[in-house]
C-alpha cells in the first residue's frame, strides 16, 4: 500500500463516520448537547471539517472550500477563518446547520482531500509545511494530525447519536 492510498483510505473511514452519523437526524437532534458544555454532534461535525478544510487547504497550497459558499450558507456569526477552537459553549449553540448541509461541506471538504493526497509519494511526507512550531511541522505530522483529530471527533459524534437514540 502506498502512502497515498494510505491516506485515501483514513481520510474515507472519517467520511464513512460523518455520514453514518448524520443519516436521517434532525436539526433538533445534531444540536442537542449532553449537557450545557458539552459539544453537539452538529458542531463537532463542523469543526472537524472546518479543521481538516483549513490544515489539509494550507498544507496543499489551495483555497479552503469554506468560503466558496459554504460559509455564507451557513450563516453562522463567527470570523470566516475560524475553525472552532477555543469555541466557548454560547458559540457552539450558534451551529444549527441541518444534516444535508454538513454531509455536502464535508464531502466537498473530502474531494479537495482526497485530490491531494492522492498524488503523494513518500517523499513528500518530509516537507515542512509550518514552521510555527518546534520543530517544525512536516505534511506526513501535519496529515497524520487531521486525520487523528477528526477520528476521534468522529467517534465522539457517534457517542452522542448513541446517546440520542436511547433517548
Known sequence: MSVAELLVDGFGRVREVVHEVLDGLSVEDLTFRADEQANSI???VWHLTRVQDDHVAAAAGLEQVWPEGWLQRAGLPFAPTQTGYGQNPGLVAEVRLPAEFL?????ATYAQTISFVSGLRDADLSRIVDRAWDPPVTLGVRLVSVL???LQHAGQAAFIRGLIERR
Open 42 to 44: 452538529g458542531w463537532i
Open 103 to 107: 454531509a455536502g461541506y464535508h464531502d
Open 148 to 150: 487523528s483529530d477528526d
